[in-house]
């Protein structure tokens, strides 16, 4: 997390490029963020499976495991990026949710076996590789391919839709966490800093959507 605001100072030159030109501060008005998103995607604690054989071991990290909530978060993180100019626009959440998939693809062992002559060869010994096990059209969330990940470590998936001044805005990201978690996201220092960090890259992602 001591990484996470690094950005800001990259992005302000972006937007002094990309906006509209700076505004009187006297005539800077808030930025406004509407939460439209389902009671599904705010409600619970800690985790919750997502249901299908696809989604086993995948997760969506409830609002409540970081305080302020990540909207808050996004909308503070937006608020001091677009603090001297694109004042009084409208973010508008229409989705946005933070998974953990714990899910790995296992290839090898005992039944994966050739038939030579009637008997069955033990093929090569098991092994796993990071990655989702299903497409993701058949995925509810928190999908990712192995090489999006660049650490050791179950990622967390951040899948974010809204809009911006009436322009939509689509941002998904993979990110790793340097260590390994405990994975309950009720508390522990490790899973709030990993989540806070995810959080402030989606920010990160949604501003350069927003500039471009």
């Not at 996004?74 to 229409?94: C, E, H, I, N, P």
């Not at 290839?107 to 098991?126: C, F, H, R, T, W």
Request: charge should be neutral; aromatic fraction near 8%.
């Amino acid at each position: 997390m001591k990484h996470a605001r690094h950005w800001l100072g990259t992005l302000a030159l972006a937007l002094a490029a990309g906006l509209q030109p700076v505004l009187a501060q006297e005539d800077i008005k808030p930025l406004v963020v509407i939460d439209l998103r389902p009671p599904e995607e705010k409600e619970g604690n800690g985790l919750l499976p997502l249901a299908g054989k696809c989604n086993k071991d995948v997760y969506r990290i409830a609002d409540v495991a970081t305080d302020p909530l990540k909207v808050d978060m996004l909308k503070a993180d937006l608020t001091q990026a677009f603090s001297d100019s694109g004042g009084g626009r409208t973010l508008t959440v229409l989705d946005w949710s933070i998974y953990y998939n714990r899910q790995v693809q296992k290839s090898g062992g005992l039944l994966d076996g050739v038939g030579i002559q009637g008997y069955n060869v033990p093929a090569k010994e098991k092994s796993k590789k990071p990655g989702s096990i299903c497409a993701r059209k058949e995925s509810a969330g928190g999908w990712y391919k192995g090489d999006e990940v660049t650490t050791l470590y179950f990622p967390l998936i951040s899948e974010f839709t809204g809009t911006y001044a009436g322009k939509p805005i689509t941002v998904r990201l993979v990110y790793s966490p340097p260590a390994k978690l405990e994975g309950k996201f009720q508390g522990d220092p490790g899973d709030t800093e990993a989540l806070v960090d995810a959080i402030h890259k989606t920010s990160e992602a949604v501003i350069a959507a927003i500039v471009q």
